[in-house]
């Protein structure tokens, strides 16, 4: 396997397991650069390289008047601004074929939501900008099934893939976690991420989709200890409570630094940091 570089950071076999994580959406840009400031803290302490995640624009909320972030020109913007502050990557998610080309001048990594795992005209068109991909594995996805969406990114451009684990759909409101599906995914010759706080999210049946955050660090802990995984995808916010998406399952900022030190320690003992990453080992 060939580690897929996203800005300064590797990630792969051979390389420190890396950290994607920031709020779900842009709310401010205050906020944005705090928590990821906060966050790349932690990152460094614990030997975690570190890269940003947030939305510019979230496509798919449940009810008409939700948040929806701040779109396109001021998302992009305010990303490429915490950028060069905070001095990390970023990674964002697009969701038509005719955002790829403003994302991709500003960000390092395009991720392609889980709901369009399967939409070819937006793989190839993210694909063409030899950016690296985040794939996320759809809810209704059979892991083997994402093969066909890495030959369709792979056969377009050349910045490589990751694929991301972010449960299946169990029955009419719930996901459930196979941690099959991460060693199936890394047989594909990817990078795997797991995405522990989209897995506790409960889908909606009423007005938004809620989530059960008492699950998100046992479930980080399970995949990390597979020891298939390349990274740990959360989304962070220091007050999940005000939080303008994904309130139920985003995690306080305040409980990162625990779930970090756990993490390392079981990526540790599965052989993922192998040599001096900085960081401690209490």
Request: proline residues 6%.
């Amino acid at each position: 396997m060939n580690p897929v570089v996203v800005g300064k950071v590797s990630v792969g076999k051979g390389h420190p397991p890396a950290l994607i994580a920031g709020p779900c959406v842009i709310e401010s840009y205050d906020l944005l650069v705090e928590t990821a400031s906060c966050i790349r803290e932690l990152a460094r302490q614990f030997g975690f390289p570190y890269i940003l995640k947030s939305s510019f624009e979230k496509a798919n909320r449940t009810a008409k008047d939700s948040f929806r972030g701040p779109g396109l020109q001021a998302g992009l913007e305010m990303l490429s601004r915490a950028r060069r502050e905070v001095g990390v990557p970023i990674l964002t998610d697009v969701h038509l074929p005719d955002q790829v080309s403003a994302a991709a001048r500003v960000v390092d990594c395009l991720q392609i939501p889980a709901f369009l795992c399967r939409q070819t005209e937006l793989i190839e068109a993210a694909a063409r900008t030899n950016l690296p991909l985040n794939i996320k594995k759809g809810q209704f996805m059979a892991p083997g099934a994402m093969q066909h969406a890495v030959e369709k990114a792979h056969s377009a451009g050349s910045g490589g893939v990751l694929l991301t684990e972010r449960g299946t759909s169990f029955g009419y409101g719930d996901l459930v976690v196979d941690m099959r599906s991460l060693l199936l995914m890394s047989d594909f010759g990817v990078p795997v991420i797991f995405d522990a706080t989209h897995s506790v999210q409960k889908p909606a049946g009423g007005s938004s989709t809620s989530g059960e955050r008492r699950f998100v660090a046992p479930l980080a802990w399970a995949a990390a200890a597979t020891g298939a995984v390349d990274g740990i995808f959360l989304e962070v916010h220091p007050d999940p409570s005000r939080a303008l998406s994904d309130a139920g399952s985003q995690l306080p900022l305040e409980q990162l630094a625990e779930l970090l030190e756990r993490l390392r320690r079981i990526f540790q003992a599965a052989g993922r940091f192998t040599h001096a990453t900085g960081g401690t080992t209490k």
